[in-house]
């Protein structure tokens, strides 16, 4: 069988992440699979490649309305005829669901992977409205939280007959407790002796760091043998390292920019930070958990479906520094023994619900549900 993915872009974002795993993981399986994103590719091209699967550029670059990159996805379903196409974010939704009256696949999937679609500079109620208006064009809307099923069925995104959970999922084997890796990382950080934070993520709105560095800086007051590694890049990358530098945080706080080594910084960490305004289903706190890291994270999106608030880590509302301070001081304050229960507490609940090889059964399971629905035979 063929599926195509459709993306909006490829960068190391949770998303994306998720994508690639997901065809890697069905390219060992039998199946052909080929990726197309919207955006010229910024990652993930060798993992791809070395997985045998090939990927295609729509090559938009800017946001000027342009007919060529819908005849560029015509042409490329068209030629290869996929059994399915499988499309992931607002963007590669919208834009999948406008080919398919040109070029008819006979399943289309379409994945949102936040609870709220909106931009940067505004709401998203223009998104939803698209996504309203497109939804006859396309079979089945997937949600990656709970949560965002509930918001789109709720505001008139998706009918609640044709939309469905299915979670991201992390591979339990790469994201793991190793200690010899964590005393080397942190040795080589200059960290032996300090309690490390960790965040890992885009510099951009949603993510709020200006609310974490406060936050941390509230900590720092306190317990001064506290340091914060960030892990990420983006637009607003600069703005914070200033914010950084005018709390005084320059000796507690390290801007690590894109790291290939996630895996490894969460071994190093001590536990996991996350101050987001809206989520979906964060990759970032699923391989955090599959860490055996603790948590403090803002109750937003599907944030409460990972982080079981008081077992495997505090969640506190967002947009509230005092109450993020007040969280990591009570996470700190907890026993070396009481955290690592929690850390372990943590991996147990991926294990049973998140892991990638059962995130790809539920994706195959589907597929093949879909195409008996329209009689193709497997």
Known sequence: MKVLFLVTGLAYGGAETQVVHLATRLKSRGWEVRVVSLMPP???MEELEAAGIPVFSLGIRQKLPDPRPVLRLARLIRDWRPDI???????????????????????????????????????????EFLYRLTDPLCDLTTQVSRAGLERYVRVGAVPAEKIRFIPNGVDTAR???????????????????????????????????????????????????????????????????????????????????????????????????????????????????????????????GNREVVLDGTTGFLVPPNDSEALAQAMLRLMSLSGEERRRMGKLARQHIEAHYSLNRVVDMWEALYKELLERKGRKQ
């Not at 669901?97 to 109620?125: F, Q, W, Y």
């Not at 894109?258 to 990759?283: Q, T, V």
């Open 175 to 301: 994201f793991k407790p190793d200690q010899q890796t964590r005393l080397r990382l942190r040795q080589e950080l200059g960290l032996e002796e300090a309690f490390v934070w960790l965040a890992v993520g885009r510099f951009d709105v949603q993510k709020d760091y200006p609310n974490m560095l406060r936050a941390f800086a509230q900590v720092v007051e306190k317990q001064s043998e506290t340091f914060l590694l960030i892990a990420g890049d983006g637009p607003l990358r600069p703005a914070v390292e200033e914010l950084a530098r005018d709390l005084r945080l320059e000796e507690h706080v390290q801007f690590l920019g894109i790291r290939r080594d996630i895996p490894e910084l969460m071994n190093a960490a001590d536990a996991y930070l996350m101050s987001s305004i809206w989520e979906g289903m964060p990759m970032v706190l699923l391989e955090a958990s599959a860490s055996e890291l603790p948590i403090v994270a803002t109750d937003v999106g």
């Open 42 to 44: 910024k990652a993930y």
């Open 85 to 127: 196409v499988h499309s992931h974010m607002v963007h590669a939704n919208i834009l999948a669901r406008i080919v398919r009256p040109m070029v008819r696949a006979p399943v289309l999937v379409c994945t949102a992977h936040n609870i709220d679609e909106r931009g940067r500079k505004g709401s998203g109620r223009l998104r």
